[in-house]
């Protein structure tokens, strides 16, 4: 499929949502006051995504490296996702939005799990934007885990080991039925990309801002598409 050179709005934009301690820091709030502002920011991402054709968004929503944080905010960031999961799904129906996961889901709690499922299953026909979480989720072990399925129908005699090249890869990665990213924000001025989609990204443009992800509104969102909409991308030619 030809890649557009001059592509007005990304078909697939990815997101690391950064800065919500920061942003709860700076207001003398506790940090799980700032994982809930982010929460809302969600609703404005999946609403902007609609409103200017955006077909696919992820979002970098928990990382694997994330479980080394303090159990006291584990347990609030699983809660609030589990919540999140729970009032969404109506609005998720209304809005058409399609929900996937990627990432080691299994390592979620139980309840949580569970949640997730059930709306991924409810929601599997809807026909609008599809919002794609990444949960307890990490690129290096995603690839690791990919070349090792890879490795088992090698030796099963399934593939070929010559055969192998950036489609067998690509086709074995969490990611594989969706079109890499175009686009990657990243919010509360990090300039890297945190383990997050490391094969995925590597032709995406990047666009980097210092505001906190819940200060991060549908102007900016607005702004960051219209900044890549002027870019051309080359894909390694003239």
């Known amino acids: 499929m030809a890649m557009p050179t001059h592509p007005e709005v990304p078909r697939h934009l990815a997101v690391i949502m950064d800065g919500n301690g920061r942003w709860a820091k700076s207001r003398g709030l506790p940090r799980k006051a700032g994982h809930r502002a982010g929460a809302e920011t969600v609703r404005e991402a999946v609403d902007v995504c609609q409103e200017m054709g955006i077909e696919f968004l992820t979002l970098y929503a928990f990382s694997s490296e994330n479980w080394n944080r303090p159990e006291k905010e584990i347990e609030a960031l699983m809660k609030l996702l589990e919540r999140f999961l729970k009032t969404k799904t109506r609005e998720f129906a209304k809005k058409n939005v399609r929900l996937k996961a990627i990432g080691q889901t299994h390592r979620l709690p139980d309840s949580c799990r569970a949640e997730l499922e059930k709306v991924m299953a409810e929601t599997k026909d809807n026909t609008g934007i599809t919002l794609i979480l990444a949960l307890s989720y990490g690129?290096?072990?995603?690839?690791?885990?990919?070349?090792?399925?890879?490795?088992?129908?090698?030796?099963?005699?399934?593939?070929?080991?010559?055969?192998?090249?950036?489609?067998?890869?690509a086709a074995h990665l969490d990611t594989a039925e969706f079109p890499d990213p175009d686009l990657l924000i990243r919010t509360s001025g990090e300039l890297r990309l945190s383990n997050f989609l490391l094969w995925q990204l590597s032709y995406a443009e990047f666009y980097i801002t210092s505001k906190n992800w819940p200060d991060f509104h549908k102007a900016d969102f607005?702004?960051?598409?219209?900044?890549?909409?002027?870019?051309?991308r080359r894909f390694g030619r003239v």
Request: glycine fraction near 8%.
């Open 139 to 169: 690129s290096r072990e995603e690839i690791a885990d990919a070349t090792r399925r890879i490795a088992v129908k090698v030796q099963s005699g399934e593939l070929d080991a010559g055969e192998i090249g950036n489609d067998t890869i």
């Open 222 to 232: 607005r702004e960051a598409i219209e900044n890549y909409s002027r870019r051309h």
